[in-house]
């Protein structure tokens, strides 16, 4: 995007990404060599391949297919699961420095790589047989299948379990019939994991390919927000499921809230990775840009905003590695993970408001990644659970009474 402009030195300058990231408490001591070498790795690769593109594809509203095997390549796809499927074999918080570098660089991005990661491959590795393991996570590692991942419908958002998407049970194969909507990757994917009821009402994942009679995938348009990720709908009309499609592992409301928990995680560290976009941003401007014979960083207002911004950026990026600990020793509960979430989330919000402000009226342009941030958060604040959902998951655990039943 090209903004009319007589301040050519601004323009000029940011055909670079001149990303620093802030780390004010030396998070780095905390990280192994490994961690700063994945995270360097990733960080290089989105500057590479991302951030000089992201203006356009938001702009254009469009999926970049590309991507996906890109993607593959840098190890962006289920990098906690083994190495035997092709994939990373690495701890959680490679996964989190991976999923923070990525959203640094755009949230439909990181939302590509996390649905194909913790709601696609997740599910399959963690409830699959070991037949639906070999067939998909190797593709899916490498980008060579796009997958999605079907729970909320039109009537049933925040409240999944009352889902009306269902199976029968036809002898030799089920039938599936209903409807998913709001389904990142759909219009794209190769395959989707589907949440759905049998005949006696319990919740089951069934593994959908592209292709399969009466599956269609129709796309969302007139999105604001997350516009370089495609967004669909899943129709299932009298879909034949051959039987070994389903997942055998687990069933119930509790399989797709595990593979929740894994994919909040991922955007705690995510939503962290635009608030750090938005906060360096803002720095450099303030640096650069003279109001009064003065640089504006040179303003107590502007000092103050800083120095917040950098204040929540500090806590929360230590919130998040705490939860990775965490998450590796097998310690982290659903309302951890909520609190991170939903903190995460907030905090770049009100960041990407504040750099906004710094950067004046050439805020408002795609010169500066605050309103894509910005526009991007909206949805992350609202999907993967709603602000208020994770306030009431920790209100229940705080008080032993559940807001919902
Ligand atoms: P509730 O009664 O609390 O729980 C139902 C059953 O599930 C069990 N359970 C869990 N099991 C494993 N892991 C967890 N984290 C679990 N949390 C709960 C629970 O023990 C119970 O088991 P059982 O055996 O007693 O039946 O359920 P509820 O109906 O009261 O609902 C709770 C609520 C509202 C918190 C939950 O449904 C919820 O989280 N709603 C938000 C929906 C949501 O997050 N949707 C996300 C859709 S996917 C998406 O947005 C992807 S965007 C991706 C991108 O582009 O990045
Ligand atoms: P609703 O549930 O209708 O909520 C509307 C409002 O009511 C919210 O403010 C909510 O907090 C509030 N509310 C609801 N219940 C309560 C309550 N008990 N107490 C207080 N307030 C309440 N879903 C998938 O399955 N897969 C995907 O890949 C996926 N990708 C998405 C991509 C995008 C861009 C978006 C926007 C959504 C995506 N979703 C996906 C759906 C997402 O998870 C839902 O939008 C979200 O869970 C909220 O559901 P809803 O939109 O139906 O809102």
Redesign the pocket.
Known sequence: MSVTTENEEVKKRNFVDEFEAPDFYHLDDLLTEEHKLIRDSVRDFVKKEITPFIEDWAEKNHFPEEMVKKFGEVGAFGPTLPLEYGCGGLDNISYGLIMQEIERGDSSMR?TAS?QGS?VMFPIYSFGSEEQRKKYLPKLASGEMLG?????????????SGMETHFEDKGDHYLLNGA???????PQADVAVV?AKNEEGRIHGLIVERGMEGFTTPE?HG?W??RA?C?GELVFSDVKIPKENLLPGMSGLGA?LKCLDKARYGIAWGAVGAAMDCYDSARRYSLERIQFDKPIASFQLVQKKLAEMLTEITKAQLLNWKLGVMMDNGTARTEQISMAKRNSVEIALNIAREARQIHGGMGITGEYPMMRHMMNL??VV????????HL?ILGANITGIS??S
Request: with cysteine; net charge negative.
């Open positions: 939302s649905v709601l999605c991942f079907g729970l909320t419908e039109p009537n049933h958002g925040s409240n999944p998913k909507m709001w389904i990142s990757n759909a949440w969302t999105k927000s997350l990720s967004t797709p909206e949805s609202t999907y993967e659970g709603t602000h208020d959902i009431l807001a919902f």
